[in-house]
């Protein structure tokens, strides 16, 4: 079971909200959990584990205020927070994706910049992994719908779920997106 960031005393009263019974108060908080993260995967967001854990610590840090008042089943109320922990998900800045696209019509300064960058961004994915280079190209191969199939059969190759997989692209396209940015700082000074 994972627990929030609270103390046992805070966690012991958001089980009580959640039945008389420890039991079956632990696995109502169990099936919450995982249709939060659930919840977040459908909603695309990187980090589902990490936001259901900040959703429960939301309500946990009120289950004091709310649970004498509230009626109903208290899942609704994890899932009304979630709403908006996924609205401030939405508006927190994003790193800026790569792109590669080329303008139809270029400057000698602009094509310089496209060729520095692709060479840095060839000379990253050099430094990565074989396994890690491989799926990340993979990842990014193919338009909408190949691409959607292809991400669903890398997950399973991988033996792992589709946000295990959006995680670990997400980490390996960091990496990529600073060393490409050193890497044409680099260049560009020498």
């Not at 909200?17 to 959990?33: F, N, P, T």
């Not at 429960?56 to 709310?66: A, D, G, Q, T, Y």
């Not at 994706?97 to 602009?110: H, W």
Request: aromatic residues 8%; contains cysteine; hydrophobic residues 35%.
């Amino acid at each position: 079971m994972n627990r929030p960031n609270a103390s046992p005393e805070d966690f012991q009263k958001l089980l009580d909200w959640l039945g008389s019974d420890l039991q079956q108060a632990i696995e109502k908080y169990e099936a919450i959990r995982r249709g939060l993260v659930e919840l977040f995967d459908n909603w695309h967001c990187l980090d589902a584990d990490d936001l259901a854990d900040e959703t429960i610590n939301r309500v946990l840090s009120k289950v004091e205020k709310i649970a004498p008042n509230y009626y109903g089943d208290p899942a609704r109320y994890f899932f009304g927070t979630a709403k908006k922990v996924r609205f401030e998900y939405n508006r927190r800045p994003r790193p800026l994706p790569l792109t590669l696209d080329v303008p139809t019509q270029k400057s000698e300064q602009e094509v310089q910049e496209k060729e520095r960058l692709h060479a840095c961004l060839d000379k990253c994915l050099n430094l990565l992994a074989a396994d890690d280079k491989e799926l990340i190209l993979d990842y990014y191969r193919g338009e909408r719908n190949a691409k959607i199939k292809s991400r669903k059969s890398l997950g399973e190759k991988a033996g792992v779920s589709s946000n295990a997989l959006r995680v670990k692209v997400f980490r390996l396209r960091s990496t990529l997106e600073e060393c490409v940015s050193k890497c044409v700082e680099r260049s560009e000074k020498g």
